[in-house]
């Protein structure tokens, strides 16, 4: 079982920045990838951005340019840097860890993103 905590989520301006740290927990020995979804109110989920063990990257279109994914492997660690935020990013943000080779996958609760315009 592998435990997901987000945090650093909140309010900003239109403009500012933020920065999402995800930590896992449990059986996290071995390789993984980790990422993050984000869901709007009356909208489903929709992935955001992707760092694999490799350290390669894939990004939604709509923050390619703007957010940033990196991971401390030491730390079990991914984090999400959001600049240029805009009100259409508001949203619960979620990290999953998928675990290699198994593809199991765990999600995180949610933390609050609110970009007010």
């Known amino acids: 079982q592998v435990q997901l905590i987000e945090s650093g989520g909140g309010l900003v301006q239109a403009g500012g920045s933020l920065r999402l740290s995800c930590a896992a927990s449990?059986?996290?020995?071995?390789?993984?990838?980790m990422g993050w979804s984000r869901q709007a109110p009356g909208k489903e989920r929709e992935f955001v951005a992707r760092i694999r063990w490799s350290g390669s990257t894939d990004y939604a279109e709509s923050v390619k340019g703007r957010f940033t994914i990196s991971r401390d492997n030491a730390k079990n660690t991914v984090y999400l840097q959001m600049n240029s935020l805009k009100p259409e990013d508001t949203a619960v943000y979620y990290c999953?860890?998928?675990?290699?080779?198994?593809?199991?996958?765990?999600w995180g609760q949610g933390t609050q993103v609110t970009v007010s315009s």
């Open positions: 449990g059986r996290t020995f071995g390789s993984y990838n």
């Open positions: 999953n860890i998928k675990l290699l080779p198994s593809q199991l996958q765990y």
